[in-house]
Each structure stands twice: as C-alpha cells, then as structure tokens.
C-alpha cells in the first residue's frame, strides 16, 4: 500500500471511528434521557397516589393533553378518580375558570339592587326592568316591565312578597309601583311626582311607604292601597336617601344633594333636627340596630356616624356625629344594610365595592372586580353574600367570608321592538267597506 493509500486509508479510519463513536454517544443520551423522564413519570405517579389523588394507570404517557387556544383558560375535564382520560375533581378546582358571563351586546346600567328578608331572591333594576333571581343558583324566575325609562331604586316589603319600585322620566314625572312578585294581584301604581324615584323604604311594620324624589320633596304613604300621606317639602334640592328606625313608630330619615339629613318624628311628621357635617350630597342612610344612630353616604366620598336623642320628660329632640370615614374617593354612590344590621356595603367612583362592621365602622372587605363605578350594592339578610353593579352593566355576587367572587353576569335583554308596518304592506280597504 502506498503512502497515500495508507495515509487516505487512516483518515477514511479516523472519520469512521468519530462517526461510530458520536452514534454511540447518541444512543446512550437518548437511554439515559428516557430513564430519567420514565422515573421521574414514576415518582411523581407516585407522589400522587400518596396525596390521595388518582394514580397513574398504565399507558397513561401516551395521552396528549388538550389543546389550548392562545390567550384563553384551559378546560378543566372532570372524571372519575383514576380514569386517564379525564382529570379529577381535585386538579379541576385548580384549573382557572371564569365566573363572568359578558354577553356580546350593548349592556344597560344596574341602577338598583334589593335581597328579599330572607335573602333568597334579588331584585336587579335596570333600563326598562326590574329583573328577580333565585339567589341559590342565579336564575331568573321573574321579569318586570311596567316601570318608566331606567329603575332608580327598589325595597321589599317586609313580606317579601311585595316590591316597590321607583322610576321616572328625568325632569317630567316619578313613578311608584308596588308590583306582587307571586303575580297574583295586578301592580299597584301610586300617584306621580314630578321627578324620577330615587330612594323608597318600608316602614317595619310594612304599613308606610317613605319615597324620595328629584323633585326635591319627599312623601310619607301611610297606606298602600290609597293616595294617603304627607308631602315633604323640606330639601332645597334632590332627594336621593331615605330610611326608617328599625323601631315601629318614631323616627324616619330623608337625605338630600343639598347635604343635610332631615329626622322626622313619624307620629307627628315633623322635622326635628338636621345635620349638615356632610361636604357631600347626601346619596344613602341605613340605620344601627340600636334604632337611634344611623350612616350616611356621600358625594365627598365619606361615610357619616350620626346619633339623635329624646328627652320624653321635656319632649325635646337632640343630635350628635361621633364618626367620619374616608370611603369611596369621587364619591359614595351606593349604601345598604344587612338585614340583621350587623354590616353595610358601599360602592362609588373608584370602582370599588367595600363591605364594614356598622358599629364600629371597620373595613371587613374590599372588592375589585367591577371595571366601572358602582351605582348599586346590597348584603343578605346575614351579610355572608354581597352584590353590586354599575356602568358596566353586570352584576357581581361575593363570598364575604371567603373573600372570594362567586358570579358575575348581566340581565336578559329586553324584547325587540315591534316594527311598525311598511306602508306597502297596508292593504287599502275594499269597496263594499268604503262609503
């Protein structure tokens, strides 16, 4: 063999020996990669079955995972403890799932929310509805309709079975229904105001109606079934709060953009004090438990602690403010009261929805879910469930407790308008009906 040969025949030896031994060099890699991701297969299999959750079955390595669209949540797959086709109950929980339903069309404002006094249905009042949900599973069980432009304010009877509603044209009339949620009586319209209905309350009893309007006054109906009852004509300017003691019989609030609270003696119906510590208008009152003090909510953004007193001996009347808490900076636009009065819930301008110990005024929870401010909020009756809503237009339900959010979802729309008939599609009348 020549020096050539020889030297051509070492090179061709040389590249073959590299060639075998980086295949060589592959093949162990691969094994070893392989053992490393079977055992660590194996020991997280086993990880789980010591946690009490499904164990890993044979074959369970060749299973694909479920596509995934960009930018949305998986799809948790619920299944049987042990079945490889299916996650199980306890890793579906830890798959994010929403609990907002947005429908894809134009939204009307939550203007109004009220919880019946067992806290097992809610009102929710909109733009040309009051809409009522089973508060077990957010169902609607009942509509609505006979309300003029959006709803302004809703309060249950203490029955629960009748629900006053307050609406109106802006600056033309206020209208008050008190509509039978069984629908086994016709809806009871009192007389209008001359402004839309912004506040309305029940007396404990459920025999008077206190409604508040935008025509400035306020009105006492002390029956339901007639026109009875004073006219208020006391604030210089709107009326957007009004409240009764939880005790039968003495003393009912109004509250006004004018910033005053007015007292009144419900006996007498006379004004007995008024406080104007507010730099605000006044936008809700909700009394303590103890039936003499009471909260108000206002444009300043502030929650007022206000007291009245009553000398029997010398029948006088006096007042104190012992409290003033920052809320809602840009405004507190809605207040209301648990009813076993132990909390009360706000929203406003900054979007936020907080719930309070009503004696002392702390901060149980702070809720930011809501993208918009928040024109409407109510507690259950136990204060464990909070809803509120807005400009946004859906409605939120919290886990107070748990601080955690339970739903979220809107009204149904209201039906389509009925077009009105073309003009060619009028027949004239025949000649035997022309005279």
Known sequence: MSVLSRMAYVRHRKRFR???????????????????????????????????????????????????????????????????????????????????????????????????????????????????????????????????????????????????????????????????????????VLPNQFDTIESLAFDPDGKELLIGSNDKKARCFTSLTSDNGPILDAHNDRVQAVAFSPKSGTIFLTGGLDRIVKVWDQQKVVNVINF??????????????????????ALDGKLYWW????????????????????????????????????????????????????????????FKDSPQPVYAAALTPDGKTAVAGGREGLVYVWDVEANKLLSGFAPPALPAPVAPAKASQIKAPSSKHRK
């Not at 012992?322 to 207040?335: D, N, S, W």
């Open 18 to 188: 590299s060639l075998s031994n980086c295949l060589l060099s592959l093949l162990v890699g691969f094994g070893v990669s392989h053992g490393l991701a079977a055992g660590a297969q194996a020991k997280a299999a086993v990880g789980q079955t010591q946690n009490g959750q499904a164990t890993a079955l044979k074959g369970q390595s060749q299973l694909k995972s479920p596509a995934v669209a960009p930018g949305k949540p998986p799809v948790a797959l619920v299944g049987k403890p042990g079945d490889p086709t299916k996650l199980d109950a306890a890793k579906a929980q830890e798959t994010p799932v929403s609990v907002i339903v947005k429908p894809n069309r134009q939204l009307g404002e939550i203007t109004a929310l009220a919880f019946s006094p067992d806290g097992k249905r809610l009102a929710v009042g909109t733009f040309g509805e009051v809409v009522l949900y089973d508060a077990t599973n957010w169902q609607v069980v009942a509509t609505f309709r006979q309300v003029s432009d959006r709803v302004r304010s809703l309060a249950f009877h203490p029955d629960g079975l009748l629900l006053a509603i307050g609406s109106g044209q802006p600056g033309i009339s206020g209208t008050t229904v008190i509509w039978d949620t069984t629908n086994t009586a016709k809806p009871n």
């Open 276 to 297: 104007d510590q507010s730099e605000g208008g006044i936008t809700g009152l909700a009394f303590l438990n103890n039936a003499t003090q009471f909260i108000g909510s």
């Open 307 to 366: 007291g009245v007193n009553h000398d029997e001996r010398k029948n006088a009347w006096s007042g104190y403010h012992f409290r003033t808490i920052m809320a809602h900076p840009g405004g507190v636009y809605a207040l209301g009261r648990s009813g076993n009065g132990q909390r009360i819930v706000t929203g406003g301008a900054d979007k936020m929805v907080s719930v309070w110990t009503a004696d002392n005024g702390n901060r149980v929870r702070e």
